[in-house]
């Protein structure tokens, strides 16, 4: 988890912060690199709203069905549950879409990337989310330095437990401006298992999920 998300979870130790709180697919550029390509430098791109595709993998079910803390298979774990994430405004596929989007302007390898558009472009992607799945275990240590005060609850900031987390998007497709397919890139998928920062709250396989999204675009 990287220094801001740690002041972030601090900060929410501090202020007893809401379960209802939403969450946002954060996204942040400062990091990325600079890959101007010459292929593909005068063109412009757009990417169509990513169809969110989750309910129909039957592995991202505990997401919709539980609060971000409770206890699986005889385990307390930790989900970013899909109820932290609930925005009429913003929904999730909307917030990945646009994380992309972020990232290929940041990249510069092209002219122009949009959102959504079919005119003054020269080709357009259309795709799914299938996965953007968090599970960690519960940290007992966490939870107890949280009670013991603001001191305790800093200290244990470094703990972590093992989890697993996955990214996947299916069904990616090129198209050219005429709308004819130009190649099918198919499914690409991040997963990882390993051991995650935690805190006593569970807000941190929102965190986590997040960093990985941004560190393996």
């Known amino acids: 988890m990287t220094t801001e998300n ?6 929410l130790l501090l202020s007893s912060i809401s379960c209802t709180i939403n969450q946002k697919i954060a996204y942040s550029t400062n990091e990325i690199k600079i890959k101007p390509s010459p292929t593909t430098s005068n063109l412009v791109l757009s990417i169509d709203l990513l169809e969110d595709n989750r309910k129909s993998e039957v592995e991202n079910s505990i997401l919709f069905q539980n609060p ?14 899909e109820e932290h994430y609930v925005d009429k405004k913003e929904p999730i596929n909307q917030q990945i879409t646009f994380a992309l989007i972020k990232h290929l302007r940041a990249e510069k390898q092209f002219k122009g990337v949009r959102y959504a558009k079919r005119d003054s472009i020269d ?5 799914k989310i299938a996965n953007f799945y968090s599970k ?17 609850a800093l200290e244990t900031m470094e703990v972590k437990t ?19 397919l130009m190649k099918e890139i198919g499914t690409i998928e991040k997963k990882f298992k390993e051991s ?22």
């Open 6 to 11: 740690k002041i972030l979870l601090g900060v």
């Open 68 to 81: 971000r803390q409770f206890r699986y298979n005889g385990e307390m774990i930790c989900i970013n549950s």
């Open 123 to 127: 080709y357009y992607i259309t795709g």
């Open 136 to 152: 960690q275990g519960f940290s007992n240590e966490a939870a107890a330095g949280a009670q013991l005060g603001l001191i305790s």
């Open 162 to 180: 093992d989890g697993l987390i996955k990214i996947t998007f299916s069904d990616l497709k090129i198209y050219d401006k005429k709308g004819e």
């Open 196 to 217: 995650l920062s935690a805190e006593a709250y569970c807000w941190c396989s929102y965190f986590n999920v997040n960093d990985k999204f941004k560190g393996h675009l």
